[in-house]
């Protein structure tokens, strides 16, 4: 049976959140974070030469990566609707969303963590040129890119209920926890009404509510 090694406060939880859609049994083994960093334990980091969040066994595999992760899942019920299929005219939009979560966005809110960090971890006496600096960095270069992808996705949701058309696909699910984490690093400031209404929709899905409840309450890192 797989089994889903879920990281607290992690990407993981969409894992979860994939297998409750599929309505599929699966192993769950939780892991708490640690240390002034909330990093991931030593038993967690051992488990696959990354060491990082999510990661799944299956028998003798063990594999990491959100999308690898999900393929993988889906590639075991070809049949769902979660994926469309090679021919479906929204599989384009599909693919687009499902690798932009993790190679755009994800990225970005990264490095807004990181950054953040940075200020609060140096000496006090050198903390101001850290801000000034993380702050230029944010303005040119961080910021620009986060407000494009996220606007784009706030024309695409005015005229469709879900990323990829109107039907709910694992696209949904992986920006998802991405849009959960941005709301809590940007906060949208009702600058986005649509994609606070993707996310009141995607928090409504009993099978959100049952990850959740498996899991423990979601809450991002924020510093």
Same mark, same amino acid.
């Given at each position: 049976?797989?089994?889903?090694?879920?990281?607290?406060?992690?990407?993981?939880?969409?894992?979860?959140?994939?297998?409750?859609?599929?309505?599929?049994?699966?192993?769950?083994?939780?892991?708490?974070?640690?240390?002034?960093?909330?990093?991931?334990?030593?038993?967690?980091?051992?488990?696959?030469?990354?060491?990082?969040?999510?990661?799944?066994?299956?028998?003798?595999?063990?594999?990491?990566?959100?999308?690898?992760?999900?393929?993988?899942?889906?590639?075991?019920?070809?049949?769902?609707?979660?994926?469309?299929?090679?021919?479906?005219?929204?599989?384009?939009?599909?693919?687009?969303?499902?690798?932009?979560?993790?190679?755009?966005?994800?990225?970005?809110?990264?490095?807004?963590?990181?950054?953040?960090?940075?200020?609060?971890?140096?000496?006090?006496?050198?903390?101001?040129?850290?801000?000034?600096?993380?702050?230029?960095?944010?303005?040119?270069?961080?910021?620009?890119?986060?407000?494009?992808?996220? /606007? +784009?996705?706030?024309?695409?949701? $005015?005229? #469709?209920?879900?990323?990829?058309?109107?039907?709910?696909?694992? *696209? !949904?699910?992986?920006? /998802? +926890?991405?849009?959960?984490?941005? $709301?809590? #690093?940007?906060?949208?400031?009702?600058?986005?009404?649509?994609? *606070? !209404?993707?996310?009141?929709?995607?928090?409504?899905?009993?099978?959100?509510?049952?990850?959740?409840?498996?899991?423990?309450?979601?809450?991002?890192?924020?510093?």
């Amino acid at each position: 049976m797989l089994s889903v090694h879920h990281l607290e406060n992690s990407q993981s939880i969409r894992v979860v959140w994939l297998l409750e859609e599929l309505g599929v049994e699966y192993r769950l083994k939780t892991y708490k974070r640690c240390g002034p960093h909330d990093l991931a334990p030593e038993d967690y980091k051992q488990l696959h030469p990354l060491g990082t969040s999510p990661t799944i066994s299956d028998g003798d595999l063990v594999l990491a990566e959100t999308n690898a992760i999900i393929d993988y899942i889906l590639d075991k019920y070809p049949e769902s609707s979660l994926r469309p299929k090679a021919s479906a005219t929204d599989r384009a939009d599909y693919l687009f969303w499902l690798h932009s979560a993790q190679g755009t966005l994800t990225p970005l809110l990264i490095d807004l963590l990181i950054f953040k960090r940075v200020i609060t971890g140096v000496p006090f006496f050198i903390r101001p040129i850290a801000k000034m600096i993380a702050g230029q960095v944010k303005a040119s270069f961080i910021e620009p890119r986060l407000y494009r992808i996220l /606007g +784009y996705m706030e024309k695409t949701l $005015e005229k #469709r209920t879900w990323l990829a058309g109107n039907q709910f696909t694992a *696209a !949904d699910i992986v920006m /998802g +926890y991405c849009l959960e984490v941005a $709301e809590v #690093r940007v906060g949208f400031e009702n600058r986005f009404p649509h994609i *606070a !209404d993707f996310l009141t929709r995607i928090r409504e899905r009993p099978a959100y509510k049952v990850a959740i409840s498996k899991t423990g309450k979601f809450t991002p890192l924020l510093d």
